[in-house]
Each structure stands twice: as C-alpha cells, then as structure tokens.
C-alpha cells in the first residue's frame, strides 16, 4: 500500500474536484483520526498528530494507490461552537460532507473509554437524515482490558438501537497495535468495489 499526501485545505470550495472514491475520518477533537490514518497507510508521520486537541484544523487528502483518498477532516466539539446550528459541527465538516459526490463512506471515531456522548450521537443523527453512508470505529482500545472494551461497545449499540433501527458497521481499532486495519482496509475495498 502506497500512501501520499495531496494537499490540505481550509475550506470545501478550494479542496480540487476528484473523480476517485473517498473516505473520511471525523470524531471529536483528540479522538485519534490523524493516528488511525497513519496507522492505515502503514505510516508514522503522514497525517500529523498531537496529543493537544485541534491539532487538524484544514482537511488534508492522501491518495492511496492512485486510486482513493482518505481524508482527515478536522476534530468537531472542541472550537468554540457557534449557536447558528449550521456551525455545529464546523462549516467545512458540513460543506465537505453534503457536497462531495465521491464521499462513499465516513468513519465516525469514537473514543472506545468514554460513555456515549450526546455530541457523537447528534452528528450521527444528522449523517442520517443528510443521507451520508457512515460506519463507527473505536479508538483507543489499547488504553482498555478487552472485556472493558466489549462492554463499552455492547453500551454503545444499545444507546444507538435507541434511535437507530440498524447499527451500522462497527470496528474496534488501537493505533499503537496497528488493531482493526485489516479490517477497515477490507471495508473499504469492498465498497470500492460495489
Ligand atoms: N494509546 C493510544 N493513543 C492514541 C490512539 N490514537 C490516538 N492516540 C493519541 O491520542 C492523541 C490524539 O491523536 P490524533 O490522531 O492527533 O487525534 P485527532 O483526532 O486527529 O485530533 P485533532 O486533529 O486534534 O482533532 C495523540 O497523542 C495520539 O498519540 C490509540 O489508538 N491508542
Ligand atoms: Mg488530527
């Protein structure tokens, strides 16, 4: 797998039209977007990461090989939020999300340590009306014993079938432990290919 960064940019209107599939990560601030696609390209370093929240504030595309993009899209709740709601989950976010004609999946990160929170819960309810195709995946798995694990996310599917009829796709990852890129991968050729 061939990973390199295309560019990043601020605003939906300046990123390049692109006829090739693409695959977002969103999830709140610190939540592990940067790492989990590093860990993906087999990567230390390709999307930059930190331990201070807000670190991605432009979205950032990379191309692998040739042929799709993964594209690291700034952290939601932690800028100071706006009341106007089209600002809740940061214009670009939004922009990018509703516009982009080859968006064909978004992974919605979710810290696999913490209770559902009502922020996560929101922008995936607004994925749903928006009509935008969406999976979870857990981060920070490592941080956990796998039977806590297991329980959060049992936790977390119960508080989704709340609202939710269907779950979506579910993947439990640890950057660290390189845990879930099979996985993800596999996904992602698979909808690449339907
Ligand atoms: N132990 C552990 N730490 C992680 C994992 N994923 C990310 N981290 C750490 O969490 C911090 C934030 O990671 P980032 O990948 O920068 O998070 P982000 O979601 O891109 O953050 P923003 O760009 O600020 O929204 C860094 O210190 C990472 O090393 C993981 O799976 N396990
Ligand atoms: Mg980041």
């Given at each position: 797998m061939r990973a390199e960064f295309k560019g990043s940019y601020p605003s939906n209107q300046v990123l390049p039209k692109c006829d090739l599939p693409e695959f977002a990560f969103i999830g709140r601030?610190?939540?592990?977007k940067s790492s989990l696609i590093n860990m993906l390209c087999n990567h230390k370093d390709l999307a930059k990461t930190s331990s201070t929240p807000g670190k991605t504030q432009h979205m950032a595309r990379f191309l692998v090989d040739g042929k799709w993009y993964l594209v690291d899209l700034p952290g939601y709740g932690y800028a100071k939020v706006s009341k106007a709601s089209r600002a809740v989950f940061g214009e670009l976010i939004q922009d990018y999300l509703l516009e982009r004609e080859k968006l064909f999946c978004v992974f919605v990160l979710i810290d696999?340590?913490?209770?559902?929170?009502k922020i996560d819960l929101e922008f995936m309810a607004w994925l749903g009306e928006s009509g935008i195709p969406f999976c979870i995946a857990f981060t920070k798995t490592d941080k956990l014993k796998p039977a806590e694990v297991l329980e959060n996310v049992e936790n977390y599917k119960a508080k989704l079938l709340e609202t939710w009829v269907e779950l979506p796709d579910i993947f439990i990852t640890s950057s660290p432990d390189k845990l879930g890129r099979e996985e993800i991968l596999k996904f992602i050729e698979k909808i690449r290919k339907e």
């Amino acid at each position: 797998m061939r990973a390199e960064f295309k560019g990043s940019y601020p605003s939906n209107q300046v990123l390049p039209k692109c006829d090739l599939p693409e695959f977002a990560f969103i999830g709140r601030s610190n939540v592990g977007k940067s790492s989990l696609i590093n860990m993906l390209c087999n990567h230390k370093d390709l999307a930059k990461t930190s331990s201070t929240p807000g670190k991605t504030q432009h979205m950032a595309r990379f191309l692998v090989d040739g042929k799709w993009y993964l594209v690291d899209l700034p952290g939601y709740g932690y800028a100071k939020v706006s009341k106007a709601s089209r600002a809740v989950f940061g214009e670009l976010i939004q922009d990018y999300l509703l516009e982009r004609e080859k968006l064909f999946c978004v992974f919605v990160l979710i810290d696999s340590r913490l209770v559902a929170q009502k922020i996560d819960l929101e922008f995936m309810a607004w994925l749903g009306e928006s009509g935008i195709p969406f999976c979870i995946a857990f981060t920070k798995t490592d941080k956990l014993k796998p039977a806590e694990v297991l329980e959060n996310v049992e936790n977390y599917k119960a508080k989704l079938l709340e609202t939710w009829v269907e779950l979506p796709d579910i993947f439990i990852t640890s950057s660290p432990d390189k845990l879930g890129r099979e996985e993800i991968l596999k996904f992602i050729e698979k909808i690449r290919k339907e």
